[in-house]
């Protein structure tokens, strides 16, 4: 009776269809009986531990930095997820060269090489290579040249802003216009500004410190493709709540002013790798939250295991103008 009715409310759909098997499954078999019997145990995608090898390599480097670890698996079973640290071995080789394995730096927690035993060179592919126990993963990456210069780049005056209460906010436009070129070349583009922060003790001003601080990039993409041309626009901006500017008298020096100094555009050229990975990785970021986002895998380089060992090569261009 129960059966038939089922079938007309079900019949011709796969939903249906399905639940209708499992209910007869139910109606032969005790419902304890079924969903307590004992089955094969299976091996699900991401159940185990896998190396994860991230290194960004560029000519610029004075010392690489390889960061090694493992992933954490959906599944806890009960594997030895202990700190790699210094256990690995860690191997670099421009392509066509010998391996020259790096060390363990306990500063930094990375495997690191000095230019001094490798420079890394624009032009050339690079491979790593990383063992652990019974594992063993591998990369390769290509460092490119920087096709970049003054003549593809138009930078606006810097704008420099201060309000009454000494906040300062800076302003930066720039666009940028890649050479035609045959293959697809992957860049990224971004603005810092040069700061000091001073005190006005007794008459007098003192230099504390000087540090760059990152702008927040409000129009163009950080990370881009082209190969016909085409011109990319950018604007950043970046506001410093400080509470002081020159002319603020602050006795007890506790309240220290941050004085803009410089600012600076810089381009990235980057292989695919590296724009791979922050191209997917920024958008996993934007799509936090939303819950109507696709899902987003995280691009990887990174054979046996995960991460990503990409190769760039950065240029920092001035503004024109001196600064206000």
């Known amino acids: 009776m129960h059966n038939n009715i089922l079938s007309r409310i079900f019949k011709g759909t796969a939903a249906g269809k399905t639940l209708l098997g499992l209910f007869m499954m139910l109606s032969f078999t005790g419902c304890e009986e079924f969903f307590t019997k004992e089955v094969d145990i299976i091996n699900l995608p991401g159940a185990d531990s896998q190396l994860v090898a991230f290194a960004y390599i560029a ?3 004075s010392l690489v930095k390889v960061h090694i670890s493992r ?36 500063q930094y927690q990375r495997y690191t090489i000095s230019s001094d035993e490798m420079q890394i060179e624009a032009g050339y592919d690079y491979s790593l290579l990383v063992e652990y126990k019974d594992m ?4 390769s990456c290509f460092v490119p040249v920087h096709l970049i210069g003054e ?17 300062q906010e800076s302003k930066l436009n720039w666009q940028i216009t890649p050479p035609v070129n045959n293959n697809e070349n992957y860049y990224g583009s971004g603005a810092f500004i040069k700061s000091y922060g001073v005190f006005k003790r007794n008459g007098t001003f003192d230099t504390l410190f ?23 626009r950018f604007r950043a901006a970046y506001w410093s709540y400080f509470g002081g500017y020159p002319g603020f008298d602050d006795p007890s020096g506790e309240y220290p002013s941050d004085i803009i100094d410089s600012a600076f555009i810089y381009v990235l050229q980057m292989d695919y790798n590296y724009y791979q990975f922050h191209k997917s990785y920024d958008t996993y970021n934007n799509a ?37």
Not at 298 to 319: A, H, M, Q, S
């Open 59 to 61: 000519p610029s480097d």
């Open 288 to 324: 936090d939250g939303n819950p109507f986002a696709e899902i987003v895998q995280i691009y990887t380089n990174v054979e046996g295991g995960l991460g990503v060992f990409g190769g760039y090569n950065r240029k920092d261009f001035p503004t024109p103008n001196p600064l206000p």
């Open 210 to 232: 000087m540090q760059s601080y990152e702008m927040y990039l409000d129009r163009g993409e950080p990370y881009f493709a082209d190969s016909e041309g085409k011109t990319h």
């Open 136 to 139: 063993k993963v591998d990369a």
């Open 71 to 106: 992933s954490i698996p959906y599944i806890d079973n009960g594997q030895d997820l202990t700190p790699i640290g210094d256990k690995a071995k860690v191997s670099m080789a421009r392509k066509g060269e010998s391996f020259i394995e790096l060390t363990y730096n306990t």
């Open 151 to 167: 003549a593809h780049l138009q930078i606006d005056p810097f704008e420099l802003i201060t309000d009454e209460y000494g906040n």
